[in-house]
Nanobody, 126 residues
């Protein structure tokens, strides 16, 4: 079992920055690929970013590419999402997720992730 706790959300003006953190416990963090997803009321969960278990490969949604950066610190069992140049359309509840094994081209699919943390709300004002 893997437990995930996300934090770092808040209210920020457009153009500002936030850094989300997701700390894990339980099974070995370093064996898991990690992802960030976001959701707004009435919409499906949307892929944001993912990082491979070996810290070699990262993926980003087109809407956040160049503005968001995912990283991981295995010594702290933590994955981060640095969000810069935030826009009002980034407003959502952000959740982290963990997936064991090789995820290949399925990194953006929520069903591929077996463990989820609670959401942390990010609100960007215009």
């Amino acid at each position: 079992q893997v437990q995930l706790v996300a934090s770092g959300g808040g209210l920020v003006q457009a153009g500002g920055s936030l850094r989300l953190s997701c700390t894990t416990s339980g099974r070995t963090f370093s064996n898991h690929n990690m992802g960030w997803f976001r959701r707004t009321p009435g919409k499906d969960r949307q892929f944001v970013a993912a990082i491979s278990w070996d810290n070699v490969i990262t993926h980003y949604a087109d809407s956040v590419k160049g503005r968001f950066t995912i990283s991981r610190d295995d010594a702290k069992n933590t994955v981060y999402l640095q969000m810069d140049d935030l826009k009002p359309e980034d407003t959502a509840s952000y959740s982290c997720a963990a997936a064991a094994g090789s995820i290949g081209s399925t990194y953006a699919q929520p069903w591929r992730y077996g463990f989820w943390g609670q959401g942390t709300q990010v609100t960007v004002s215009s």
